[in-house]
């Protein structure tokens, strides 16, 4: 039952009075949040009102009965006078709510919960929310069909969220464009692991269940949150300057540990090429096939199912460190400023590995019978189901090969290593892009490259 069935009429109406703005006690001003940031692909996900600036997550999930309790303790700063706010929640029974320490009124619809604080939030008001809730997490079906947000594995879970599924097993802004620092804490029975972004800071047993507390310093896109149960030997080694790399590997998948091998130097090729690794450690989680339908590039731990972890995979999920999850689109109709780059990487990375350059990867492609290729342009995918088609990707990369071709080595290098660094933590859109490599090259005109590739439909007339 959510807490405001439990209220009196009276009471109802009053809250129903306060949620418009008209009657908060102490006469104070505030109106709600808002129930998205009105993403053209996913209307519903974030919320307006608020930004969030920490999440301190406490979860405890046992894989026999799949069944998870969740504590969320989000700090968040209003950007206008708030008498209530959304959190994005799908599934799961809330059993509290509380704002600053005072029971909150809170009730809930389809993947909102909205929240109505004792008292009128403040805009620029830091405020701490405190969530208290349990049950099953459930799978999410993308758009285009692939599965996210609480994936049961053989020996635990996998908590995967892009696009949208972190609202599966956490309560918050779900949405890229507010960013985050997070602590992850999940206690399992004795024997299993838990591995998540950033840094182990604890590991305790205590009664039969042991508690792991992973640090992420660094801003991080719910998307990217990640929580990985199950049995795992666990690998620390090093990458350039003393960079930690862990690594959780499925025991059954050990195989996986010599394509995981090459992280170190994956690292190191990345950062002279695109700069500086943004995160304050890296690795991979790597389960078995069908634990996920795809990788994902969860911050500082990409995840692979171990069918497909390959050099070019791996190359492709650590671009994304860079490329996505430091420089974050502001919505996910700039997914090609993820994908289009960490495609590119690939190609760069095979042009710089004895395979064939990007540019012949480009003509190749170009030339080639693949017309999903050129099925929508890469800055205006066709709908919420085809974020993730070959235009993101394929045509994405292609973009960038066409602005190396425009302005020679030198300036490309310097555009896409001072685009991470110019948005170091951040979130970019399409328009930003164009600014910037303009910017860096004013001499030159971009104007049908954005026409024809970026933002034009079907198959540019020239390669
Ligand atoms: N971002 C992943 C990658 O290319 C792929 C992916 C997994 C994806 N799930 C998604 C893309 C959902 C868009 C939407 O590394
Ligand atoms: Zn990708």
Known sequence: MSRSARLVPAAAA?????VTGTACDGGVHGTPGGSGVRDPYFPKAGNGGYDVTHYALTLDYTPGTRHLTGKAVITARATKDLSAFDLDLSGLDVDSVTVEGKRARWNRAGQELTVRPHDDLDQGETFRTTVRYAGTPKTLTDPDGSEEGWLPTADGALALGEPVGSMA???GNNHPSDKATYDITVTVPKGLQAVSNGELTSQRTKGGRTTFAWHSA???????AVVAIGHYDITHTTGPHGLPVLTAVDPTQAEAGKVL???????DWEETNFGPYPFSSTGAIVDRPGDAGYALETQTRPVFPADQLDTSTLVHELAHQWYGDSVTPKSWRDMWLNEGFATYAEWLYAEDHGGKSAQQTFTDLYEGDDEDIWAFPPAKPSGAAHISDSPVYQRGAMVLQKIRQKVGDDTFYDIIQGWAAAH???????????AYVEKKAPDKDFGEIWKDWLYGNGKPDHP
């Open 14 to 18: 009053l809250l129903a009075l306060a």
């Open 169 to 171: 097993w956490f309560p």
């Open 218 to 224: 660094q801003p991080m896109a719910g998307y990217l």
């Open 261 to 267: 091998a090459k992280i170190p130097d994956i690292i």
């Open 424 to 434: 170091r933590y951040g979130t970019v859109d399409t328009a930003d892009f164009t």
